[in-house]
């Protein structure tokens, strides 16, 4: 559906995607950001924005199946309250340290785009993180992303990542420690001074270990506003920060958002793999001269046939079937061929104090890695092809042609489409 829309000066209307917006003459205001005549927007079927009229305008819109336009009720559409909200942070003065929290669907990832914009617009270099491992727009899924935009936007998936930082989960909940450790990574990356930071977060926000999270990233990130898009989250992290000097502000949230499932949650996640493996390629990387983190399998003393005969009782029985294994801490791995299937009870182990982790050829197949080079600095990501572990090589599909020093394991597996088909809960590698 086409329409000629004429926007008088201070009127706001909303668009859903799938949307494009021409700008025909005068100039609005849309995700904080300014568009004047001959501008043309593109709104993905997963937004909606408000747009604001900066002076008579005329616009074209083009709605898509599933797209809308609307004119909200008094009340329900923040433009205003925004651009007040950033007239308030503006008065800090020096660098600022920006972090976004709120629930699922409250307009996280909209405050950081408008936050940003008005910064650029005001001509101050911004960086934008994105830790929301999720959903992650900048970046790919099971990292963290950067970006320095320079140029207005819509959305976070607009920008093209300065930097990522890899932590190996979709969920910072399975992985709190690695996730703290790349968040600081980040954080310490600007310590020199001359920029804006903007951190979005995911949703994660009830429970304890949620709240525990949110308050080490403030910890860690030492902001200078904690932007907060819900009344009782408001209430909490105002109370935990009142000794402090950061300023805590309530948000209002839009009343209408494009709200997402998790089957679009799904589909987002495999777009990004998709837009980063699409150009990837398959390289063979030496064992022996790789930094493994995570490895445990690998990392472990390695156990010819002859040494698994001190550890298994009833070697004869399956010592054809074994390619690889070695011992760490008191646990026992053992590889075998692909296709056979042992049952774990069938192997009688010597001692009762080793635990056994069996795996067969083929299980780390999918598993998605962080990139590091020799430095140990995250570059890229990659997918565990195969291990050759008689020639000692690992094959990984990976988007990165510089050097690879090391490869860290996540727990995050990609089918052949590079969707996600499962998370991994036992040491495969």
């Not at 998790?262 to 837009?275: A, G, M, P, T, V």
């Not at 990976?398 to 996540?410: A, K, Q, Y």
Request: with cysteine; hydrophobic share 40%.
């Amino acid at each position: 559906m086409n329409v000629n829309l004429v926007m008088d000066f201070g009127k706001v209307v909303r668009v859903a995607g799938p949307a494009s917006v021409e700008v025909i003459s005068g100039e609005v205001l849309v995700a904080g950001a300014s568009f004047t005549s001959g501008s043309r927007l593109v709104i993905n079927r997963y937004r909606s924005y408000g747009i604001k009229a900066l002076r008579r305008s005329e616009l074209r819109v083009v709605l898509g199946d599933g797209g809308s336009l609307d004119e909200p009720q008094s009340g329900e559409e923040v433009i205003d309250s925004w651009l007040s909200l950033y007239d308030e942070i503006i008065k800090y003065g020096g660098d600022l340290r920006i972090i976004v929290i709120g629930p699922p669907e409250s307009g996280k990832t909209s405050l950081t785009a408008f936050i940003a914009n008005r910064l650029i617009s005001s001509g101050r270099d911004v960086y934008v993180v994105d830790s929301d491992v999720g959903q992650a727009d900048i970046s790919v899924p099971c990292t963290i992303g950067v970006a320095r935009p320079k140029e207005k936007f819509l959305w976070l998936r607009d920008l093209q990542p300065f930097m990522l930082r890899y932590v190996g989960c979709n969920s910072p909940q399975y992985c709190i420690h690695q996730f703290i450790s790349a968040f600081q990574e980040v954080v310490h990356s600007f310590t020199r001074g001359g920029s804006d930071l903007v951190v979005n977060t995911d949703g994660w926000v009830y429970g304890y270990g949620a709240l525990e999270l949110k308050e080490l990233m403030i910890k860690v990130l030492k902001p200078t506003h904690v932007l907060v898009l819900d009344e009782a989250l408001y209430t909490y992290f105002k109370g935990v920060l009142r000794g402090s000097s950061t300023s805590v502000l309530l948000v209002p949230r839009p009343k209408a958002v494009k709200e997402r499932n998790r089957e679009d949650r799904r589909y987002l996640r495999h777009q990004s793999y998709l837009k980063v493996f699409s150009c990837a390629r398959r390289v063979k990387l030496p064992i022996d001269a790789l930094t493994l983190m995570g490895f445990y399998v690998l990392n472990g003393r390695y156990l010819s046939i002859n040494d698994l005969a001190d550890y298994i009782e009833n070697l004869n029985e399956v010592r054809s079937g074994i390619i690889y294994s070695s011992i760490l801490q008191g646990t026992l791995n053992v590889v075998f061929r692909r296709g056979l299937k042992i049952n774990q009870s069938q192997l009688i182990l010597k001692s009762k104090d080793l635990d056994l982790n069996v795996i067969y050829e083929g299980d780390e197949k999918g598993l998605l890695v962080g990139v590091l080079d020799r430095d140990l600095r995250d570059v890229s990501v990659g997918i565990l092809d195969c291990i050759d572990y008689l020639e000692r090589n690992i094959y990984v599909i990976t988007p990165w042609s510089g050097d690879i020093g090391g490869l860290v394991i996540g727990k995050v597996r990609l089918g052949e489409g590079y969707e996600e088909v499962g998370r991994v809960v036992r040491c495969l590698v």
